[in-house]
């Protein structure tokens, strides 16, 4: 193991089309209170000097980007893919070519979550860096689930355990790239990082989070993620 002192990057997969959001455009580039929805997405990980790098996966020849595109040197572009995972697995080739360690720590965030609040980010790295297996943000489910069968109740669901997933997510960088590019292999598909790790055997760490720390993905999320930021700003 390197005798260099361990790293913290982030990742922001920012490669989708926003085909549900449908403003003809892709979401991470709609505007949200005077700046580019992205732009709310990176603040955290820019506010803060212990963060290594940041690197950007994007669609090739992205004409928005250039707009938009802060201005600090510690920014990365990668190659986006298809999807998510092959996004995220650019990503971190671009790291590796940096010279990211096996043991740094990546943080992953969806570049379409602008409402993350540094308080969280600040939970997340104090705890998810004592759990072998990494962490991720997290709340309770608080609705009824139900199942159902062509579009009737079969079912409820017991919610006592379940926990809706967030973003960042933080896991060791080796065995990030690793669960990435045996999931590829395998043919599995996966819809966060935290899934890739647990196809490992790994059980990450689930650290509550603020539930407005809201997606957006369709056109009223934008609504609802206006007034999150808003009602922080009084």
């Not at 250039?66 to 920014?75: K, V």
Request: a negative charge.
């Amino acid at each position: 193991m390197s005798d260099l002192p361990l790293r913290v990057w982030a990742v922001i997969p920012a490669a989708g089309r926003g085909e549900r959001f449908g403003a003809g455009r892709p979401k991470q580039y709609a505007e949200l209170r005077g700046r580019a929805l992205i732009e709310w997405s990176l603040a955290p990980f820019l506010a803060r000097a212990d963060i290594a790098g940041v690197v950007i996966a994007l669609v090739a020849d992205d004409p928005d980007w250039p707009r938009f595109r802060p201005a600090d040197s510690r920014l990365i572009e990668a190659p986006g893919g298809a999807e998510r995972a092959a996004s995220v697995g650019n990503a971190l080739d671009a790291l590796a070519e940096r010279g990211a360690g096996d043991s740094d720590w990546v943080l992953v965030h969806d570049a379409a979550r602008p409402c993350l609040d540094p308080t969280d980010l600040d939970k997340l790295l104090e705890r998810g860096r004592n759990s072998p297996d990494g962490a991720l943000l997290a709340a309770p489910v608080d609705d009824t689930l139900k199942r159902a069968v062509g579009g009737c109740v079969v079912d409820t669901v017991e919610r006592r355990d379940l926990w809706r997933a967030m973003t960042p997510q933080l896991f060791r960088f080796g065995p990030l790239r690793q669960a990435l590019q045996a999931a590829a292999a395998s043919g599995i598909a996966i819809t966060d990082e935290a899934s890739a790790i647990e196809e490992q055997g790994g059980r990450p760490l689930l650290v509550q989070g603020r539930t407005d720390n809201i997606k957006v993905t369709r056109m009223a999320d934008l609504a609802l993620a206006d007034a999150v930021l808003a009602a922080r700003e009084h």
